[in-house]
């Protein structure tokens, strides 16, 4: 029953394509950039418990422009920075890159490849950019939701999300449809 209800959506929405993606200072990430690839496809990304799967996720989010910090699991975006309390060596901000593929032109960017970058500084300021150029964080929202790669659940499954909906009831199931 799941497996064709994602089937169904798979048709409806042909999903952007992350290519790569580049963070610094982000969470478990340190100082040093961190950069991970994807292939076109359903990607499912596999470790040990605490090696920081969740928080690529989260980087992701975060780059694309989430502004609450409990979407991406921590108690204010400050904390989002590597090590903000401890006894850190680095600089006090962090940095998320996020390259999409753009062959087909569903960003609205005429560029095969676009890449956006956000930097948040410990004060909690964010710039943006695109493609190296500065943008609104509202023009870039508007920019993902025309190429149907908003933040919505239909993009992105976070940790725990597929458990929870393999375990509900039908009656459960249910009344959250309805919702």
Same mark, same amino acid.
């Given at each position: 029953? =799941?497996?064709? %209800? @994602?089937?169904?959506? #798979?048709?409806?929405?042909? /999903?952007?394509?992350? *290519?790569?993606?580049?963070?610094?200072?982000?969470?478990?990430?340190?100082?040093?950039?961190?950069?991970?690839?994807?292939?076109?496809?359903?990607?499912?990304?596999?470790?040990?418990?605490?090696?920081?799967?969740?928080?690529?996720?989260?980087?992701?989010?975060?780059?694309?422009?989430?502004?609450?910090?409990?979407?991406?699991?921590?108690?204010?975006?400050?904390? =989002?920075?590597? %090590? @903000?309390?401890?006894? #850190?060596?680095?600089?006090? /901000?962090?940095?998320? *890159?996020?390259?999409?593929?753009?062959?087909?032109?569903?960003?609205?960017?005429?560029?095969?490849?676009?890449?956006?970058?956000?930097?948040?500084?410990?004060?909690?300021?964010?710039?943006?950019?695109?493609?190296?150029?500065?943008?609104?964080?509202?023009?870039?929202?508007?920019?993902?939701?025309?190429?149907?790669?908003?933040?919505?659940?239909?993009?992105?499954?976070?940790?725990?999300?597929?458990?929870?909906?393999?375990?509900?009831?039908?009656?459960?199931?249910? *009344?959250?449809?309805?919702?």
């Amino acid at each position: 029953m =799941l497996e064709l %209800d @994602i089937r169904c959506v #798979r048709s409806i929405y042909t /999903l952007v394509h992350i *290519k790569k993606v580049d963070i610094f200072g982000f969470k478990s990430f340190g100082f040093k950039t961190t950069s991970v690839n994807f292939e076109p496809g359903l990607v499912s990304i596999s470790g040990p418990n605490g090696s920081g799967k969740s928080n690529i996720l989260d980087a992701i989010i975060f780059a694309m422009g989430e502004n609450k910090a409990r979407v991406m699991r921590a108690p204010n975006l400050r904390k =989002l920075i590597h %090590d @903000i309390d401890g006894n #850190r060596h680095g600089p006090k /901000l962090t940095r998320v *890159k996020v390259q999409f593929d753009n062959s087909d032109r569903r960003i609205p960017v005429d560029s095969d490849l676009v890449t956006i970058t956000r930097q948040m500084s410990d004060k909690g300021e964010s710039d943006y950019h695109l493609d190296g150029k500065k943008i609104n964080r509202n023009r870039l929202l508007d920019m993902f939701e025309m190429a149907n790669a908003d933040l919505g659940p239909l993009n992105a499954v976070q940790q725990g999300t597929v458990t929870r909906i393999s375990e509900m009831t039908n009656e459960e199931k249910e *009344k959250r449809s309805k919702i």
